[in-house]
């Protein structure tokens, strides 16, 4: 009650399916408005004053639970499409070893960057991994995120990776916000297959997927497909094992070299995420599909880039863009969607409407979700967050703080 903005994002010009050029600053704005839900379900959203009028409200209304927002902004609760959590420890030496001057091709040649972080997760128990993943999972919804992707690929053994997704599995379970796990074995060749990649690639495929994919532990298939990691070939391989075993698959992609996309397009993907490389002609193709592109600035400035991806160019040619926050140990240490906007907004001119809807319905359609997520209507998820602010354009402004005071995640109400 008493939301002083709800923004709704509600397909103002009635499209379906995800939102493109013009459609993504539209947030379908109420004033004085009111949601009601019961069972972790969206019932009604409207204005306050006819919430009260309503009879039913008036019958029910010491049965229903409260929640006074003060005529703050209310949004639907962020969808971050786009995190690695299952890691022990942070990156600290190659965080200085960066500042000093270090490049992160040469960080991984060294031994650090992500093969530095598999022997942490190879050696802890699922236990210890659950509390960590449960830990990001409370201190992502104090961000205002109701939804998170999270993938594996710290262990990049079978047992390791699926020990990763299993505590996922049950770190989401003490957790009433909504967890879409990914696998991802091809994160980088591990240091015991250097020279024979192709071998790692059949693990991937022959092992990891199929007991993935039988023991219910992933939504998804994702390749990091980039210099340093798998080549196209490898990815396409990867993707057909996937969709073999009835998962969906997903791409980092673009992130220091461009891939030709045509070839992975045929397999439907759900998103490609970085995409700070992408030809024109990519561009064209992307414009008429579902595949959204995922932008991770926070990649990009904790690496200390001057260039970020190109938005604008996107946004133009029509391209489904969403925002994510990358989360992990090496490139993008942060859990806030806001200060991702922030950066979409500073960096790459995105206005402060379309970074919300990027990091909101756009972030459910890159999950395959947008039916139940991503935005405030009857019949979907009770997914909310309330902002301390009066004005939806501070989320991004007052970067690098929380103001997010209070998340609904499914029905359950979480102050912060
Ligand atoms: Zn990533």
Request: glycine letters at 8%; one cysteine or more; charged letters at 20%.
């Amino acid at each position: 009650m008493n939301i002083g903005q709800l923004l709704t994002l509600r397909s103002e010009s009635g499209n379906s399916g995800p939102r493109r050029g013009s459609e993504l600053k539209e947030l379908g704005i109420l004033a004085e408005a009111a949601v009601l839900s019961i069972g972790g379900k969206i019932v009604s959203v409207g204005s306050a004053k006819a919430a009260l009028r309503d009879p039913w409200i008036q019958r029910n209304r010491n049965e229903i639970t409260e929640i006074d927002c003060a005529g703050n902004v209310v949004v639907p609760g962020f969808v971050d499409s786009h995190t690695h959590p299952v890691f022990t420890l942070p990156r600290l030496v190659d965080f200085e070893k960066r500042l000093e001057g270090a490049t992160y091709e040469q960080i991984a040649s060294a031994g650090g960057g992500i093969r530095s972080s598999l022997e942490g997760v190879r050696n802890a128990t699922k236990a210890t991994l659950v509390k960590k993943v449960l830990g990001v999972l409370g201190d992502i919804a104090a961000q205002g995120t109701t939804t998170v992707e999270a993938k594996s690929g710290y262990g990049l053994t079978v047992e390791s990776e699926l020990k990763s997704l299993a505590a996922i599995r049950e770190a989401a379970q003490n957790w009433p916000g909504t967890v879409v796990p990914t696998l991802l074995g091809a994160h980088v060749v591990p240091k015991e297959f250097q020279g024979c990649s192709q071998k790692y690639v059949e693990t991937v495929c022959l092992e990891m997927i199929p007991k993935a994919a039988r023991g219910r532990l992933a939504r998804f298939v994702d390749v990091f497909c980039d210099r340093g990691a798998f080549t196209l070939e490898e990815t396409e391989q990867i993707f057909q094992a996937g969709r073999a075993n009835g998962l969906s698959v997903r791409a980092h992609l673009g992130q220091f070299t461009e891939t030709a996309l045509a070839p992975l397009l045929k397999f439907d993907p759900a998103s490609f995420d970085h995409m700070d490389h992408v030809s024109d002609s990519d561009l064209a193709q992307l414009a008429r599909r579902d595949t959204i592109t995922t932008l991770v600035p926070g990649a990009n400035y904790f690496l200390g880039l001057k260039e970020y991806p190109n938005a604008r160019r996107l946004i133009d040619r029509g391209v489904p863009v969403a925002l994510a926050t990358d989360y992990n140990p090496g490139t993008s240490p942060t859990l806030s969607l806001p200060m991702a906007m922030s950066l979409a907004c500073t960096h790459m001119k995105m206005s402060p409407a379309e970074a919300i809807t990027a990091a909101t319905i756009n972030g459910a359609y890159a999950l395959r979700m947008a039916d139940s997520k991503g935005s405030i209507e009857p019949g979907k998820d009770a997914d909310l967050a309330v902002f301390a602010v009066k004005d939806y354009r501070e989320i991004p402004y007052w970067f690098g703080a929380s103001r997010c005071r209070l998340t609904v995640l499914n029905g359950v109400p979480v102050s912060h």
